[in-house]
């Protein structure tokens, strides 16, 4: 049998809310949808349901650790297989969290996330200007601590590279009206013109009201709440990445194996910036001595290393660490501490304790220490059928950070090898200079090192 085709004017028109990209003869994909997450079993009905409430055409549902439906007010489509490309999406990412800004065909531009695998709510969404996809990604990112944006330079590619293999899980069903399931339960008993009269009846009936036009957020119960206050707060901070222990004792020791002088050429300053698996380090070096060239500097770098040079008196090295981090979910307890007293508040008190105390003992061998107040960690709530936040449970902890500031001798820093509190490093950048005397907080080579500090241990 040969297989059927049809041209790109075959398709459908789809309402301008969405966007749709025609690829061969395999699927259409389909932007825009509106998502929310499942909490329990028999998805299918689950987001059937939903979208009959929301008065959607069509739907579908998936997701890798956690599930999500998917749905939106479409025509009959019939012609071709329709497949959500957000799920296809969310399937690329099966570990941590990313986001990403596409140009579409259209000249829209498609903001995109997704967590372990499942789509985040509220993204899938079209943007008629860039700049205003920018600003919502810019949102997104500050929501989400730890979500790493996917660099797509080149659109086209990219959209064939996620859409070039449909999964049947991935194309939208049809929501079959309440009133037809009915009518064809009561088929075999009654004629067909019963049928008929009974389903104009239950039609009728089943309309939604003119006055209620859009939908209503769901009532749930505290129970429901917090378990999807619970399972949302989880998903972030399982994004989240902290360091472990003895994480800034590797990277110094690599800082510390960079040469002031190398055949002529000067260390002028290096940074190592902390990514999801490695320090990212870059090293600028400037040519001092008359004698000093490219090919020199060259052959002395260090085994691992690359070399960048800029024109004639400028050289860069690059190289990276690897990072022992770990998911803040892993090390964070909402159980009761001793005594019945909150764990948060035994936790706070180790911070402005245990950590500050210890930061108190050994701040005389840096020339700055800063530790300021705690601030909320901003949590992206969850939301309901309807797509409005849920309202926050009494019971459900806060996370707070705070932000890390350390400056003087790059050798003090072997000081803080095991800090006792649970940081994210974010970056230590060492300079070169000539103190007038050398006591214990002057050094040729000094550092200063940033991190945020949660309260949770």
Known sequence: MNKRTFSPAALPLVPARYAHVWRGGDAVWLFGLHWTPLIGGRADMQARSRARRAQATHYVWGGERGIVAGYGQLPALRT?????????????????????????????????????????????????????????????????????????PDPDAFLHALCSTPAPQWALRAVEPAWLRQARRLKVVLGVPAVALVAAMVWQTSQPS?????????????????????????????????????????????????????AGWGLRQAICRAASAVWQCEAQFVRDASTANNATFNARVPAGWHVRFDLLQGAALTWTVPSAVTPLSAVMTWSQGDNGEPADQQHERRVDVQFASHMQRISAAFTHVSLSARQAVPLMPPVDAAGLPIARTEAMPEL??????????????ALLAHPPATIAWHEIAVGVDTPPDVSIKLSPLTARLTGLVYDHL
């Open 80 to 152: 071709q297989l329709w497949c959500a490309a957000a799920l296809a999406f969310a399937r690329t990412c099966s570990e941590g969290i990313a986001a990403a800004l596409v140009s579409l065909p259209d000249g829209r531009t498609w903001l995109i996330a997704a967590q372990d695998g499942t789509v985040i709510a509220r993204t899938d969404a079209l943007f008629d200007d860039p700049v205003e996809a920018q600003a919502a990604l810019d949102a997104l990112m500050q929501a989400l601590p730890g979500c790493r944006t996917i660099d797509v």
């Open 210 to 262: 003119r006055l209620d036009e859009s939908p209503q957020p769901n009532t749930l119960s505290a129970a429901q709440r917090a378990l999807l206050w619970h399972t949302a707060v989880r998903q972030q901070w399982g994004a989240t990445q902290v360091h472990l222990p003895d994480e800034l004792r590797r990277v110094m020791d690599s800082l510390q194996r960079l040469p002031i002088d190398l």
């Open 400 to 413: 707070w950070q705070r932000a890390l500031r350390i400056e003087g001798p790059l050798r003090s820093f």
